[in-house]
């Protein structure tokens, strides 16, 4: 027997069918059964009425709990009343599993607490399936320019023994009786992988022990990372805004529906196009201090400031050129400025703030051993790191956009913790 999925039902396909999916839904209108059934690629409505079905049958059916696995066969249909534009006639059910009662997302409405409690049975809501489809999209959407423009992924360790952010927000592990740490950043192996593979890329998790409870921050979030050889600053932000209108048209067309069902019109990324408007730390600072806010030259931007930038922007846009003392110590300083970096924030607009962070690497030897000093760092540590410069130095950039923060973006989440299926927050780490 064959079975067809309920996404190629929904693109347009009439005739019979066999489907198996979960029972979503159900409800009684006079001599017609009703059940929304979902199978992983999308919900449909199946329709039993009571006078072409088996009467043990439709007893059975209407006894059974929601979440119950059922095997279907009938006729698919167009119908514009239905869920989705068509429906299954239905003219046989198998019951392959009968859920117990009291299943605990049943309700319409519950507050975060509980649904992060019971965030196994949440993913199952018809909103989640629709985030984490986009989330799946814009990974497929990354991946597939990647690989059309001759980038190789390129995996490194989770385990490090090296800070590449920041010690302060580093998670440390017992490593059989040495402490090493869970992975910031896959940028210092990147460098090294640069030369042996030239433009690659990952997409990985990475961990920050970053005590922040707003509603950006994770402390186990997916990246997407790029290094790039014979790459300065301009060619840099140039391949990321070529990477983002590229996945933000490609998830706008093929997840069309989908957006506009979370309340994000595609349009509005369909109409992103390079290149971004770019200003720079100082005119940031500037804006800023025109709207009213405390802030100095040399003051890391905030989400709170980020926030306010990215209000009057309804594109992607740049930040560049931030001081030298609050970027990484791997970050190029600027030969006419050596108090600033060759380095950029992109932030998503309407008010989402950073999404991207990027720079041109330091590429001479003495000048990166110097930069380690300046942080209090021990260049012991870094040797090997230190060795790239040695041998077959080039200049090279790289990036590294969230994606949490993108889904949350194009999806119009207000809450980081809905772009992701199991969220890791400073105050949970279950289930």
Same mark, same amino acid.
Request: aromatic share 12%; glycine share 6%; hydrophobic share 40%.
């Given at each position: 027997?064959?079975?067809?999925?309920?996404?190629?039902?929904?693109?347009?396909?009439?005739?019979?069918?066999?489907?198996?999916?979960?029972?979503?839904?159900?409800?009684?209108?006079?001599?017609?059964?009703?059940?929304?059934?979902?199978?992983?690629?999308?919900?449909?409505?199946?329709?039993?009425?009571?006078?072409?079905?088996?009467?043990?049958?439709?007893?059975?059916?209407?006894?059974?709990?929601?979440?119950?696995?059922?095997?279907?066969?009938?006729?698919?249909?167009?119908?514009?009343?239905?869920?989705?534009?068509?429906?299954?006639?239905?003219?046989?059910?198998?019951?392959?599993?009968?859920?117990?009662?009291?299943?605990?997302?049943?309700?319409?409405?519950?507050?975060?607490?509980?649904?992060?409690?019971?965030?196994?049975?949440?993913?199952?809501?018809?909103?989640?399936?629709?985030?984490?489809?986009?989330?799946?999209?814009?990974?497929?959407?990354?991946?597939?320019?990647?690989?059309?423009?001759?980038?190789?992924?390129?995996? !490194?360790? =989770?385990?490090?023994?090296?800070?590449?952010?920041?010690?302060? %927000?580093? #998670?440390?592990?017992?490593? *059989?009786? @040495?402490?090493?740490?869970?992975?910031?950043?896959?940028?210092?192996?990147?460098?090294?992988?640069?030369?042996?593979?030239?433009?690659?890329?990952?997409?990985?998790?990475?961990?920050?022990?970053?005590?922040?409870?707003?509603?950006?921050?994770?402390?186990?979030?997916?990246?997407?990372?790029?290094?790039?050889?014979?790459?300065?600053?301009?060619?840099?932000?140039?391949?990321?805004?070529?990477?983002?209108?590229?996945?933000?048209?490609?998830?706008?067309?093929?997840?069309?529906?989908?957006?506009?069902?979370?309340?994000?019109?595609?349009?509005?990324?369909?109409?992103?196009?390079?290149?971004?408007?770019?200003?720079?730390?100082?005119?940031?600072?500037?804006?800023?201090?025109?709207?009213?806010?405390?802030?100095?030259?040399?003051?890391?931007? !905030?989400? =709170?400031?980020?926030?306010?930038?990215?209000?009057?922007?309804? %594109?992607? #846009?740049?930040?560049?050129? *931030?001081? @030298?003392?609050?970027?990484?110590?791997?970050?190029?300083?600027?030969?006419?400025?050596?108090?600033?970096?060759?380095?950029?924030?992109?932030?998503?607009?309407?008010?989402?703030?950073?999404?991207?962070?990027?720079?041109?690497?330091?590429?001479?030897?003495?000048?990166?051993?110097?930069?380690?000093?300046?942080?209090?760092?021990?260049?012991?540590?870094?040797?090997?790191?230190?060795?790239?410069?040695?041998?077959?130095?080039?200049?090279?950039?790289?990036?590294?956009?969230?994606?949490?923060?993108?889904?949350?973006?194009?999806?119009?989440?207000?809450?980081?913790?809905?772009?992701?299926?199991?969220?890791?927050?400073?105050?949970?780490?279950?289930?």
């Amino acid at each position: 027997m064959m079975f067809i999925s309920i996404s190629k039902i929904l693109s347009g396909y009439n005739g019979k069918v066999s489907i198996r999916g979960w029972l979503h839904n159900k409800r009684s209108l006079g001599s017609v059964l009703f059940l929304i059934v979902r199978d992983g690629t999308g919900f449909i409505q199946c329709v039993l009425k009571k006078d072409t079905i088996n009467e043990s049958i439709i007893k059975e059916i209407d006894k059974l709990n929601i979440e119950s696995v059922l095997e279907i066969h009938g006729t698919s249909r167009t119908d514009k009343r239905a869920p989705g534009g068509y429906e299954i006639l239905v003219e046989n059910v198998k019951v392959l599993h009968r859920a117990e009662n009291g299943f605990p997302i049943a309700k319409k409405y519950h507050g975060p607490s509980f649904l992060l409690d019971n965030r196994h049975l949440w993913i199952r809501s018809r909103k989640m399936f629709m985030i984490l489809k986009v989330r799946a999209k814009i990974i497929e959407a990354a991946r597939d320019w990647f690989r059309n423009n001759e980038f190789v992924e390129f995996h !490194t360790p =989770i385990f490090t023994s090296t800070a590449c952010e920041g010690g302060a %927000t580093l #998670f440390p592990v017992n490593y *059989f009786g @040495k402490t090493v740490y869970l992975t910031q950043s896959w940028q210092l192996y990147a460098e090294a992988g640069i030369a042996s593979l030239g433009k690659i890329y990952t997409i990985a998790p990475s961990f920050r022990a970053e005590k922040s409870k707003t509603r950006r921050h994770l402390t186990e979030y997916w990246h997407l990372e790029a290094e790039i050889p014979f790459c300065d600053f301009e060619c840099l932000l140039n391949i990321e805004e070529q990477l983002i209108t590229y996945m933000l048209h490609r998830v706008a067309e093929d997840s069309y529906d989908i957006l506009k069902s979370l309340g994000r019109n595609p349009e509005d990324l369909l109409r992103i196009k390079p290149p971004f408007p770019r200003i720079t730390y100082d005119k940031a600072v500037e804006i800023l201090k025109e709207d009213g806010v405390q802030i100095n030259w040399g003051d890391d931007l !905030t989400w =709170i400031t980020e926030k306010k930038l990215a209000l009057k922007f309804t %594109t992607p #846009f740049f930040i560049t050129h *931030f001081p @030298k003392h609050i970027k990484a110590f791997y970050h190029k300083v600027d030969s006419a400025r050596p108090e600033v970096t060759l380095s950029a924030d992109l932030l998503a607009p309407e008010g989402y703030g950073e999404i991207i962070g990027s720079g041109q690497r330091i590429d001479d030897v003495n000048e990166l051993i110097q930069r380690i000093n300046e942080n209090n760092l021990n260049p012991n540590d870094y040797y090997w790191y230190i060795d790239l410069r040695r041998w077959g130095a080039v200049p090279h950039s790289g990036f590294g956009l969230g994606i949490e923060r993108t889904v949350m973006w194009i999806c119009k989440l207000k809450h980081i913790r809905d772009a992701i299926a199991f969220p890791r927050l400073i105050n949970r780490v279950h289930p």
